[in-house]
């Protein structure tokens, strides 16, 4: 039988196609001899007989990630949506477990979530799920860990990653939210209008308080400079009674010059005839002088009385002697 050299040379490139082959990094081929498993290849150039081996399937060691969308019940009967995003890889030393116990990895991976999940949270109410969510992907993932080992898989960690109540719950949550905002909000404004009045009442009182003092302040300035005046009258020979009666005459007249100044004052007298007004003035007068006769007389009566007993005494004295 007579070979060209491009037949030959086609048939060494034919025999070293299926001889040679490559292995990716972080992955794994599997080789099997007439449909029996031969051997695991590794990242590399790998060699193998062409015509009787050949690659039965590649894994990859890498990280995965696989989602799931769960539908389940709570505890206070509330439907609720959750994401679980389940992280896995291929162990190096079970490539033939995974290779050859599972054919549908992801299908196995995805019952074991829903079977968790399915009885996990039916036992929270809705807001232990959102609280609680760190607990759900713990129980995932130890069960996946304790199913999947087995088929060569390992889970590197679960996460919740949504939860998704019903729509018209959202909004039911919501509005108890604004509602509870609302409520605070009203539990602020309220304290702050009862400072604001027991301040003010502070306030009120701390004011009265000092127009109390400066009235008492300028009553008792009033009193001194009355108590001057009757020391000054006193020194030019007018008795204490006369000098109060001029004392209140001359503010009754500056009382009347004072009102009449101002243009926007309302002035009652009483009574309301000039007369009347100078028969008040005479008997104000006419009883201070009534008021400083009686005084005079009642000084008389007692120094009769201190002599009387004075000369008393005196005779006694002679009569013991």
Do not use: C
Not at 56 to 71: H, M, Y
Not at 90 to 114: C, G, N, R
């Amino acid at each position: 039988m007579y070979f060209t050299l491009p037949a030959i040379v086609s048939l060494v490139l034919v025999f070293l196609l299926f001889t040679f082959f490559i292995v990716k990094q972080q992955s794994a081929a599997i080789i099997e001899r007439f449909g029996r498993f031969q051997s695991i290849r590794q990242s590399g150039l790998q060699i193998k007989i062409p015509l009787i081996d050949r690659v039965a399937g590649r894994l990859s060691l890498k990280i995965q990630q696989l989602d799931v969308i769960v539908e389940t019940k709570t505890l206070d009967d509330v439907f609720v949506r959750l994401k679980i995003s389940v992280q896995y890889k291929v162990v190096k030393d079970k490539v033939y477990e995974a290779f050859y116990k599972l054919d549908y990895p992801h299908e196995q991976i995805t019952s074991y979530v829903f079977d968790v999940v399915r009885a996990e949270v039916p036992k929270m109410k809705l807001d232990d799920v959102f609280v609680k969510k760190d607990d759900i992907a713990i129980a995932v993932k130890t069960e996946l860990n304790e199913a999947m080992m087995d088929y060569g898989y390992d889970i590197i960690k679960t996460l919740v990653t949504d939860i998704d109540p019903d729509g018209q719950v959202k909004e039911a949550m919501n509005r108890i939210n604004a509602s509870e905002r609302e409520k605070i909000a009203a539990q602020f404004e309220g304290d702050a209008a009862r400072i604001l009045i027991v301040e003010k009442a502070k306030a009120e009182a701390e004011s009265k308080r000092l127009q109390g003092q400066g009235i008492a302040d300028q009553r008792r300035e009033i009193a001194r400079g009355l108590e001057d005046s009757v020391k000054v009258l006193n020194n030019v020979d007018i008795n204490s009674q006369e000098a109060s009666a001029l004392i209140v005459v001359t503010q009754h007249y500056d009382t009347l010059q004072s009102v009449g100044g101002a243009s926007n004052s309302n002035l009652i007298l009483m009574p309301n005839s000039p007369q009347a007004g100078s028969e008040m003035l005479n008997n104000m007068v006419a009883s201070f002088t009534a008021s400083n006769q009686i005084g005079e007389e009642m000084k008389k009566a007692k120094k009769a009385k201190d002599n009387n007993k004075g000369s008393d005494e005196s005779i006694d004295n002679v009569s013991d002697n």
